[in-house]
Nanobody
């Protein structure tokens, strides 16, 4: 069973940047699509971005397009989320997830989840 561990979260001022990392251990995830989700207090978990197993296709929620970039390094079993021009509304607990499908954007299509890393953007 795969284990996903997020890191890179923290406190940053509006307009700043953070780079989240998700390290996978256990079964290989190189052929699985990967995604990032986030959940703010009192709100539902929201899809943020996903990347196909090959890394050739990426998808983003409208609110982060042009600011966030998802990437993966299969040799390191790691997926990244580069977050630029951060806004206070980006504040949330960010989760890394893996899907058995080549590409996925729906919460129900992901079957492995990390514990989350907190991102707080101050204004």
């Amino acid at each position: 069973q795969v284990q996903l561990v997020e890191s890179g979260g923290g406190l940053v001022q509006a307009g700043g940047s953070l780079r989240l990392s998700c390290a996978a251990s256990g079964r290989t995830v190189s052929t699985h699509s990967m995604g990032w989700f986030r959940q703010a207090p009192g709100k539902e978990r929201e899809f943020v971005a996903s990347i196909s197993w090959s890394g050739g296709n990426t998808y983003y929620v409208d609110s982060v397009k042009g600011r966030f970039t998802i990437s993966r390094d299969n040799a390191k079993n790691t997926v990244y989320l580069q977050m630029n021009s951060l806004k206070p509304e980006d504040t949330a607990l960010y989760y890394c997830a893996r899907s058995s499908f080549p590409i996925a954007t729906s919460n129900s299509d992901f079957n492995s989840w990390g514990q989350g890393t907190q991102v707080t953007v101050s204004s």
